[in-house]
């Protein structure tokens, strides 16, 4: 990794103007990578702008330089983009980006943890032994010796709360636990991450996850429970379908099966599904590929065409 981080702060220092793109409807990993690299190329005299295909959602917005975000896919029209740092993303269609960067001339910095990773990049800087993307980018300021700020040091923070479900899952190693200790000294802001991400359920918000968990249903064949939302449950509750976040992860606690999985039916008609294990012996990626997605090996997701009842019959009657 040593050569890699020094190979890429180099072609930072010379890049004129760089993009960075965490995946589609990012989450804290994704926008606290960009946020910290943002920081380090603000300090550099650079100008980077954040590209989003979506709407970020409310809990994140207490991340540093969110208002340098851009949602309009006519960015990519500037030629005069020379680097393009893409984010915790195994491939370039998760990231929101393949159709909009196929002629541009633009070098790909591709920095990300997950296993199923295309390698895309013109520098890859792919660990996917990491718990986190944002456990990467501290180790390449640590590897190019760039000093910690608070901003820096929270937005980091954020990364390694997100993907390790607050310290509670399969991606809490004792490198992600000394890099949060060594974070928190530096200024990270625990109590305002978790004030944000975790403390911000509303009585709609709670009822909407009570009509999903009642629906739940175990698979005795294939060891899995499963649930789903609907777009009718989101508009009779009132939420958005960002509120339902957190319910893939909460399914973690269930005793006894191998395998959980939650559907969503998206504002545009497709089905979004989520899958998570905490067994060893089982790889979630490997079934989400099958759909289209990927992930990590516990927890991985997809986005498809079809119904909910059509799509879970898929999963139901894979070998």
């Given at each position: ?303 498809t065409a079809g119904t909910i009842k059509e799509v879970l019959a898929k999963i139901l009657t894979e070998k």
């Open positions: 990794m040593l050569h890699t981080a020094k190979q890429i702060n180099h072609h930072l220092l010379g890049a004129k103007k760089v993009v960075i793109v965490p995946h589609q409807n990012p989450d804290g990993d994704a926008l606290g990578s960009a946020a910290a690299l943002t920081d380090y190329l603000v300090s550099l005299g650079k100008n980077p702008q954040i590209f989003c295909p979506a709407p970020i959602l409310k809990k994140m917005q207490f991340l540093p330089y969110l208002e340098r975000v851009i949602y309009t896919p006519a960015v990519f029209e500037d030629l005069s983009i020379d680097t393009i740092i893409v984010l915790d993303s195994g491939d370039l269609r998760y990231a929101g980006i393949d159709h909009l960067i196929k002629t541009h001339p633009a070098d790909i910095i591709n920095i990300d943890h997950h296993h199923t990773n295309e390698r895309y990049g013109k520098i890859n800087l792919v660990v996917p032994t990491a718990s986190s993307t944002s456990e990467i980018v501290f180790n390449f300021f640590k590897h190019n010796h760039i000093g910690l700020n608070h901003k820096v040091a929270t937005a980091l923070l954020t990364g390694l709360v997100s993907d390790t479900d607050n310290f509670s899952n399969g991606a809490t190693s004792s490198e992600a636990l000394s890099i949060a200790s060594e974070l928190i000294r530096a200024g990270g802001n625990l109590n305002l991450i978790n004030g944000w991400t975790l403390k911000n359920k509303t009585p709609d918000v709670l009822r909407l996850w009570g009509a999903t968990l009642s629906r739940l249903t175990r698979h005795e064949g294939l060891d899995l429970a499963y649930t789903y939302l609907t777009r009718e449950d989101l508009i009779k509750n009132n939420v958005s379908e960002s509120e339902s976040e957190g319910i893939a992860n909460y399914l973690n606690n269930l005793d006894g099966v191998k395998i959980s999985l939650i559907l969503k039916e998206t504002e545009d008609g497709k089905i979004k599904g989520s899958f998570r294990t905490t067994r060893d012996d089982t790889d979630v990626s490997a079934l989400a590929k099958k759909l289209g997605g990927g992930g990590h090996k516990k927890a991985a997701g997809f986005t």
